[in-house]
C-alpha cells in the first residue's frame, strides 16, 4: 500500500469557478481513486482511474493521470456550495487493495 | 442503497474506560476495514479483515485496541483502556473483495472524545 500525497491543502474559490486538486504518489500503481468527504461524514467514493488510462470524466468531475509522473488531477467544473468537502486520493498498488489516504485538499466553495 | 451502519455515532468517555464500537457491513462484502481520523488529518489504516481473518492490523495498537469479525459479518473494535490520544473519528469501511478494482463504501463513523 501507498499513501498518496493531495495538493494544495487547502482551496477557496467563488461558486461557478472550477476547482483543481492534485495527488502525487511514489510507486506504480494498478489503480487510483478519488474520494469527497463532508465535514464530520464519511467517505464517499468518487471515481476510479486505472493506470492504462489517461482522462475519466463522471459529470463534473474530470480526472486526469499521468503514470510517468506519477500524478493525477481533479478537476471539479462550476463547482457549487454543496462542493465544499475534503478530498483525497487513495493510489492503490498490486492486488491487496488497502487504500491509504493523505491528509487532503479541503475546498470551500463561497456561495 | 446499502450502507454501511455504525453504532454508536457519538461517545464521550472517561480516561482508563472501555469503549466499543459497532459496523455492520454491506451484505454480501467480504472484506471489512476499520480506519482512525484524527481531526485535520486523513483516514488510518487500522485493521483489515477478509471474511473473519485478520489480513493486516500492523498499525493496530494491540496493548488497547482489538477488533474481532467472529461470523465474518459484523465487527466490533474495542479500546481498552482509553487515553486522551484515541479522540478521533472511527469509520468502517467494507468491500466485496479485497481487490485493487473494488470500491470501498464508507460508514458515517463514530466519534470518540476521551476526556
Known amino acids: 500500500s501507498q499513501q498518496g500525497e493531495e495538493d494544495p491543502q487547502a482551496l477557496s474559490i467563488q461558486e461557478g469557478e472550477n476547482a483543481t486538486m492534485n495527488c502525487s504518489y511514489k510507486?506504480?500503481?494498478?489503480?487510483l481513486q478519488w474520494y469527497r468527504q463532508n465535514s464530520g461524514r464519511g467517505l464517499v467514493h468518487l471515481i476510479l482511474?486505472?493506470?492504462?488510462?489517461r482522462e475519466k470524466h463522471s459529470g463534473r468531475l474530470r480526472v486526469t493521470l499521468d503514470t510517468s509522473k506519477k500524478s493525477s488531477s481533479l478537476l471539479i467544473t462550476a463547482s457549487r456550495a454543496a462542493d465544499t468537502a475534503s478530498y483525497f486520493c487513495?493510489?492503490?498498488?498490486?492486488?491487496?487493495?488497502?487504500?491509504?489516504f493523505g491528509r487532503g485538499t479541503s475546498l470551500i466553495v463561497h456561495p | 442503497e446499502a450502507e454501511v451502519a455504525q453504532s454508536p455515532r457519538y461517545k464521550i468517555t472517561e480516561k482508563s474506560q472501555a469503549v466499543a464500537f459497532w459496523c455492520d457491513p454491506i451484505?454480501?462484502?467480504?472484506?471489512l476495514y476499520w480506519y482512525r481520523q484524527i481531526l485535520g488529518q486523513g483516514p488510518e489504516l487500522l485493521v483489515q479483515?477478509?471474511?473473519?481473518?485478520?489480513?493486516?492490523d500492523s498499525q493496530l495498537p494491540k496493548d488497547r485496541f482489538s477488533a474481532e469479525r467472529l461470523k465474518g459479518v459484523d465487527s466490533t473494535l474495542k479500546i481498552q483502556p482509553a487515553e486522551l490520544g484515541d479522540s478521533a473519528m472511527y469509520l468502517c469501511?467494507?468491500?466485496?473483495?479485497?481487490?485493487?478494482?473494488?470500491?470501498?463504501?464508507f460508514g458515517e463513523g463514530s466519534w470518540l472524545t476521551v476526556v
Open positions: 487513495a493510489p492503490v498498488a498490486g492486488g491487496s487493495y488497502i487504500p491509504t
Open positions: 479483515f477478509q471474511d473473519e481473518s485478520v489480513v493486516d
Open positions: 469501511a467494507s468491500s466485496l473483495e479485497s481487490g485493487s478494482g473494488n470500491t470501498i463504501y
Open positions: 451484505s454480501g462484502h467480504a472484506t
Open positions: 482511474i486505472r493506470s492504462n488510462e
Open positions: 510507486t506504480s500503481i494498478n489503480n
